[in-house]
């Protein structure tokens, strides 16, 4: 498969000769370290919706450095495995158990079902080395600057979450009238607190105003 048909129309807003760039240094270090994701999964996340579909971009960190776990989306953990500390902080604030729910919920903890609803579900870094966060940090910088730039200039109403204190240094990089930002799960699961729901709650009332549907955070089935 040509890069023209993996990408698709996310190469109106990828940098070309950062992408080639960023992945010659990765090939070789997945030669030669142990790096996560897999290298067929780094780009994962532009395979689930389109540009031409994309409502929102969710930006962390890093890839879950343990192996085995990270997936290329962004939080997402492999169906039938247990959930990373992570998960469940996001699991628990979007489904929000603090209301009544009247049937059985099945949440996907794969998160692929938010990518194919129109989330980019990117980490601000897309691999690291095994159990060292932060290690590709700034190899992907340029990239994902260059990323996240043109695609609040291609539209501008594109809403943008940053997780994290590292996904927050890429605001001024974005153009676009609609950035949330919030703690990263994994603060929430170190300290024992919640995650707002409301960072859910919030972000579908913008995009019922705007596009007039939510996002399915969860299924209910009666």
């Known amino acids: 498969m040509s890069i023209d048909e993996y990408f698709g129309d996310w190469l109106k ?15 070789d270090l997945y030669q030669t370290k142990l790096v996560v994701p897999a290298f067929e999964d780094i780009f994962k996340a ?6 031409h579909d994309c409502k929102v971009v969710f930006l962390g960190q890093d890839p879950y450095p ?10 997402g953990n492999r169906e ?7 998960l469940e902080v996001i699991k628990e604030a979007c489904i929000n158990f603090e209301r009544p729910h009247n049937y059985p919920i ?31 940090t700034m190899l992907w910088r340029p990239f994902i600057s260059k990323l996240v730039y043109n695609i609040s200039k291609y539209d ?14 890429f605001e001024p990089y974005i153009k676009s009238q609609y950035v949330f930002k919030v703690q990263h799960p994994a603060y929430f699961a ?4 919640k995650m707002p729901y409301s960072v859910f709650t ?21």
């Open 46 to 51: 532009f395979t689930l919706c389109t540009l």
């Open 13 to 27: 807003v990828i940098d070309r000769e950062e992408l080639d760039k960023v992945v010659s240094k990765v090939y």
């Open 190 to 193: 170190r300290t024992g607190q």
């Open 106 to 136: 099945t949440f996907d903890q794969t998160l692929e079902s938010w990518g194919r609803q129109g989330i980019l579900m990117l980490n601000s870094a897309l691999t690291c080395e095994m159990n060292r966060i932060g290690s590709h």
């Open 66 to 75: 343990q192996k085995g776990v990270a997936t290329g989306v962004l939080f």
């Open 80 to 86: 039938g495995t247990e959930l990373s500390p992570s």
């Open 202 to 222: 919030d972000l579908n009332k913008l995009l019922v105003g705007m596009y007039g549907t939510p996002i399915q955070w969860y299924e209910e089935y009666n």
């Open 156 to 169: 501008w109403s594109t809403i943008f979450v940053l997780f994290g204190s590292q996904a927050a240094t």
